[in-house]
Every structure is written in C-alpha cells, then in structure tokens.
C-alpha cells in the first residue's frame, strides 16, 4: 500500500517561513525522484522543486529559487521542503511526488500566506 503523506502547512505571514514534510512507504523511496507541485485556485498545477533520488541535484520553479530549499532523508522515507520568506503568491495546495516507473502523488496540504 503506497502512501505520501504530507504535514506542515498551515497559515502565515508575508516573509514568514513554513517546513513541509512528507513521509512515504509502500515503495522504494531512496530509488525515486521526489517532487514538490503546488495549485492555487483557478490556476495550473506546477512544479515548485526537484530532487533526485540520492538528494545530489535540485531544480526550482525561478519564482521559489533562493526561497525554498527540497532536501530528503532517505533513511526517514521523507521528503522536506524548506519554504522562506512567503508571499501571499505561494498560497496554494502543496502536493508531493514521487516518479520513477510508477508515479504517486500525496493528498496535499494547504499553505495560505495572509497578514
């Protein structure tokens, strides 16, 4: 039973920071590439960050790059992604991604940045 589980969005600040994690079992997690996406209303889905599976490369959307950082810990099964300096842009629903042969997306969590 393939499961991504997400925790840590929540509601913020402009220019405040949030940690999103996502725990993942069923599959062989350190032989995936994890990604983040992220949807707000009335818009596309998008990819916000890359990361490969031994966590040696990383890609950003250009709107998150030097704000958000994706890391993994492939002995903890979890995928993170570091989200600094907010804006009110970032409000979406924040999915993870996992993608070799097979793919697999989380549940989501809202992230809503408002003063």
């Known amino acids: 039973q393939v499961q991504l589980v997400e925790s840590g969005g929540g509601l913020v600040q402009p220019g405040g920071s949030l940690r999103l994690s996502c725990a993942a079992s069923?599959?062989?997690?350190?032989?995936?590439?994890m990604r983040w996406y992220r949807q707000a209303p009335g818009k596309e889905r998008e990819m916000v960050a890359t990361?490969?599976?031994?966590?040696?490369?990383?890609n950003y959307l250009d709107s998150v790059k030097g704000r958000f950082t994706i890391s993994r810990d492939n002995a903890k099964n979890t995928v993170y992604l570091q989200m600094n300096s907010l804006k009110p842009e970032d409000t979406a629903v924040y999915y993870c991604?996992?993608?070799?042969?097979?793919?697999?997306w989380g549940q989501g969590t809202q992230v809503t940045v408002s003063s």
């Open positions: 991604y996992a993608l070799r042969f097979k793919t697999y």
């Open positions: 069923g599959f062989t997690f350190s032989s995936y590439v």
């Open positions: 990361i490969t599976s031994v966590g040696d490369s990383t």
